[in-house]
Each structure stands twice: as structure tokens, then as C-alpha cells.
């Protein structure tokens, strides 16, 4: 399967904890978009980046997230003293930027208890 | 107002119907528009992508665009159980993030 991968697919964490998934892109696209999608709402953009270059983060992002795409290849989002806000769907997707077409992945499903 | 409006029903229709799913989008700039199928707990799965007016078929699945009205379309033919689902529309300028409706959950009834 070459498509887009998240680890993990759930995650259950208390209040306060810092938790980090990981985003593998399709291998040949070098742009990579994360998104958060909460129960009845379409996705929501939090950040991308083209190869290892973060170049746009939403307002929805607070002080408290951090993505990161070290060598051009997998991300990884960060959250860290989560609040029970954060529970949601957290979505990757990948393009190339040739092609506009985003592809997802199967997303991680955050719980904060 | 969102950039991008969609019903999100819930919309029940027979096997075999027509259906037909749509949004409004208020930027002007937006010229990509695409379709998402999202199965419950699923991530989105890319149906139908198009840029700037006129139609695209695929299989069962047409997708029109009219920038002048700013209205997307997604029709699907012979409408069969394993349709149902969420469908979020999705739009961007080139490039840029996209920018969703909240999606329509379908049911097909068999």
C-alpha cells in the first residue's frame, strides 16, 4: 500500500499529558498538510509544509502544537498539556506541487480524558 | 459566513435514485474544487477533483462547477448502498490548504 499513512489510528490520553503522531506522505509528494476534523465539521487546516519547510500555520494551531518534517519525508504533530478541546480526528494529507490534488490518510483519533 | 457552505442533512434515499449533493462558496479566488467520500471513522477519500467551471464524469459520479453562481455540484447515478457515507465538498486557489463544507451524510436505502 503506497498511500498515506498516521500511527497511531487511536489515541486515548489524560488531561495534561503531551502526546506526538506521526504522518509517512505518499513517497513521491513533497507537500504535506495536517488537519483536524471534530464530530458533524469538515476538516479544519492546522499546517503544511513543502519538503522541510513549514510555510503556513492556522490560528487554530495555539502555542501548544508543534509539527515538525525534519528531512522532507514523515511528520511528526505534537500536542503537548492537552485540554479535553483537543479531542478530535487529526488528519494528514499529501500532494505533490505539480498536482493540487490532496490525498489523506486514515487519521488519528485523539481522546483527552 | 463559512467560505464554503454545505447542508449536512442527513439525506435518505432508495437504491437506484439520483442524488445530488451541493455546496456554495463565497472566494472568488477558489478555482480547484474537489469531492470527498468519508466513511465513519475513516480519513477522506479523494471522489472527484475539477478546476474551474463545467462538468466531470467518472463511473457513476459527475461533478459540476459554476464559478458564476459560486455552486459545486456532485451527482451520482444508480445510487447503490455501499454510497453511503459523508460527502464533503473541498476548495482552494492552487496550492493552498484547503477549505471545506461541513459534508452531507447520505444514506441509500436498499
Known amino acids: 500500500d503506497t498511500g498515506v499513512s498516521q500511527d497511531p489510528r487511536h489515541k486515548i490520553t489524560k488531561r495534561g499529558q503531551n502526546v506526538t503522531f506521526r504522518c509517512d506522505p505518499i513517497?513521491?509528494?513533497?507537500?504535506l498538510y495536517w488537519y483536524r476534523q471534530t464530530l458533524g465539521q469538515g476538516p479544519e487546516f492546522l499546517t503544511y509544509?513543502?519538503?522541510?519547510?513549514?510555510?503556513?500555520k492556522s490560528r487554530l494551531l495555539s502555542d501548544r502544537f508543534s509539527a515538525e518534517r525534519p528531512k522532507g519525508s514523515f511528520s511528526t504533530l505534537e500536542i503537548q498539556r492537552t485540554e479535553q478541546g483537543d479531542s478530535a480526528m487529526y488528519l494528514c494529507?499529501?500532494?505533490?506541487?505539480?498536482?493540487?490534488?490532496?490525498?489523506f490518510g486514515p487519521g488519528t483519533r485523539l481522546t483527552v480524558t | 459566513q463559512k467560505e464554503v457552505e454545505q447542508d449536512p442533512g442527513p439525506l435518505s434515499v432508495p437504491e437506484g435514485a439520483i442524488v445530488s449533493l451541493n455546496c456554495t462558496y463565497s472566494?472568488?479566488?477558489?478555482?480547484?474544487f474537489m469531492w470527498y467520500r468519508q466513511y465513519s471513522r475513516k480519513g477522506p477519500e479523494l471522489l472527484m477533483y475539477?478546476?474551474?467551471?463545467g462538468n466531470k464524469e467518472d463511473g457513476r459520479f459527475t461533478a459540476q462547477v459554476d464559478k458564476s453562481s459560486k455552486y459545486i455540484s456532485l451527482f451520482i447515478r444508480d445510487s447503490q448502498p455501499s454510497d453511503s457515507a459523508t460527502y464533503l465538498c473541498?476548495?482552494?486557489?492552487?496550492?493552498?490548504?484547503?477549505?471545506f463544507g461541513k459534508g452531507t451524510r447520505l444514506s441509500v436505502i436498499a
Open positions: 509544509f513543502q519538503n522541510e519547510a513549514q510555510l503556513e
Open positions: 513517497s513521491e509528494h513533497n507537500r
Open positions: 494529507a499529501s500532494s505533490t506541487d505539480r498536482a493540487y490534488e490532496q490525498y
Open positions: 472566494n472568488s479566488a477558489f478555482q480547484y
Open positions: 475539477t478546476y474551474s467551471s
Open positions: 473541498a476548495t482552494h486557489s492552487g496550492n493552498t490548504p484547503l477549505v
